[in-house]
């Protein structure tokens, strides 16, 4: 446990009029204080020797198809001879380093594309430096999507960025809507009830119809609205995918405790107090809110789906081989498992959504993204 970090989260504590502070401020400073966040520390993550894997981690067919699926959306955007990949969030650089092989396979000429990163992290983005350093586009870093240049049709790709974000946590308590703050209890935080930090909580409550019976708990991820705002604003033209855990309001409110879970090293538990800084928090990404969200900010719905219905209509069953070798550690055996992994229902392949949203004329039709057409 990092004890700067504690001791920060305890004088913000003891300096606020009730002695308590918003969730969302306590998830904030444990995932994103500059020196001792989760996510700003020099420590491996994603993979075997961190504390969660992604899909870009399961082998490399998940940024393979996903190259495919973004090969086919360029044909829409032939009247600019450039345009932009952008993942923001990219972790170690993995799924950026899986669809840039994937397009260069394709043919997709140095001269046309630039692949850009959006990270906040300077320990990611090292990671990020170091993974694409043979690369066969041109790069760009930047903090923010806002200073990236605009103007140029671009594909925004995000995976597992936005449970990342710190969300405020609700409560009903005696017929009222609180929010769930954090302060001390001897020598630990814990939660306490606390009034409302901003009216866009009982403001979201209404608009999505969320149903709060008495002791229930819910999260408000405030901040996947501000990014889609920034995306509808930098984006000219083009499609927005977004990958992560979740379901629509009602889904989520079939969880009457609410989805915050911590991870560390590939065990999940619930309390968010037990390592401050050392672990990862996330929770589960309304996607219905998203997808009305990406309306208000320009952006229309094209797909929205299973993470395993997606990759089934984007091809990924071609990938699969059939093989006679006995070993199970052969590459084709690997990648025939990683194809299920990555579709089965009951793990990866339910458990992650994959909403297309586009910016731009018309409706484009994308291969196999339509009602009874897969493959
Ligand atoms: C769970 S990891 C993403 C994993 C990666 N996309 C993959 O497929 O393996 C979350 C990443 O998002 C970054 N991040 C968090 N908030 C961000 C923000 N507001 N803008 C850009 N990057 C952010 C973190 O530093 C980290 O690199």
Known sequence: MSEELVRMISDEIASSPCRAIPFYRYMELCLYHPR?????????????????????????????????????????????????????????????????????????????????????????RSLQEKRL????????WADRLSDLPGGLPAVVVSNELLDAFPVHRIRMREGSLREIHVTRCGERFCDTDGPL??????????????????????????NARAFLREVGEWLDQGFVITVDYGGDTE?????????????????????????????????????????????????????????GDFLVRSGILNYLEEHQNPDPFSEVARRNRAVRQLILPGGMGDVFKVLIQWKGEGTPKLKGMHKNEAG
């Open 133 to 140: 350093k043979e690369s066969p586009y041109p790069i760009r």
């Open 251 to 307: 889904e989520l409110a079939a969880r009457p405790q609410g989805t915050l879970r911590c991870f560390s090293q590939h065990r999940v538990h619930g309390d968010p107090y037990r390592a401050p800084g050392e672990e990862d928090m996330t929770s589960d990404v309304n996607f219905e809110a998203l997808r009305i969200w990406g309306e208000e900010s320009g952006l229309k719905n094209l797909l929205y789906t299973t993470q």
């Open 36 to 124: 001792w966040g989760y996510y700003r520390r020099e420590r491996t993550k994603i993979g075997r020797e961190g504390d969660y894997y992604t899909s870009s981690h399961v082998g490399d067919l998940f940024g393979r198809v996903m190259s495919d699926v973004i090969a086919d959306m360029r044909r829409f955007f032939l009247s600019s001879r450039r345009w932009l990949l952008v993942e923001v969030g990219a972790g170690d650089g993995r799924l950026m380093q899986q669809m840039m092989k994937g397009l260069k396979e394709k043919g997709v000429d140095r001269g046309e594309l630039i692949c850009c990163l959006v990270e906040t992290s300077p320990y990611h």
């Open 197 to 222: 930090s901003t009216e866009a909580l009982q403001a979201y409550v209404q608009r999505f119809g969320l149903r709060m019976e008495e002791g229930q708990q819910a999260e408000v991820n405030l």
